[in-house]
């Protein structure tokens, strides 16, 4: 059974910073991608920051480039979002999400959030004003 667990949420001031972690299990593939996706209120889920065990590519959502930062450990399972100079509309439930084998390119899954297989429960991020 697959099981992906994210932590690290909070309520944080505009500016601040958060790191969320995920530890996943029971993958089935050596090659998958992982990252993390969000909702807020009201909109859709998005996608924020994917990472390719592969070839351990990045990829960000442009609203977030350059303030967020997502690394891996992929023996592991593990996944974590650096987030600095965090703005109010960053707020949101984030999710740890993950698919595997890789059929498309981790780039198009940071646009498709419905093609990945696999989540957990969000940890609810809130920035205030």
């Known amino acids: 059974e697959v099981q992906l667990q994210a932590s690290g949420g909070g309520l944080v001031q505009t500016g601040g910073s958060l790191r969320l972690s995920c530890a996943g299990s029971?993958?089935?593939?050596?090659?998958?991608?992982i990252g993390w996706f969000r909702q807020a209120p009201g909109k859709e889920r998005e996608g924020v920051s994917v990472?390719?065990?592969?070839?351990?590519?990045?990829h960000y959502a442009d609203s977030v480039k350059g303030r967020f930062t997502i690394s891996s450990h992929n023996a592991k399972n593990t996944a974590y979002l650096q987030m600095d100079s965090l703005k109010p509309e960053d707020t949101a439930v984030y999710y740890c999400?993950?698919?595997?084998?890789?059929?498309?390119?981790?780039?198009?899954?940071?646009?498709?959030?419905?093609?990945?297989?696999?989540w957990g429960k969000g940890t609810q991020v809130t920035v205030s004003s």
């Open positions: 999400e993950a698919n595997f084998p890789e059929y498309y390119s981790a780039t198009y899954y940071l646009g498709n959030p419905a093609h990945m297989d696999y």
């Open positions: 029971g993958f089935t593939y050596p090659d998958y991608v």
């Open positions: 990472i390719s065990s592969s070839d351990g590519s990045t």
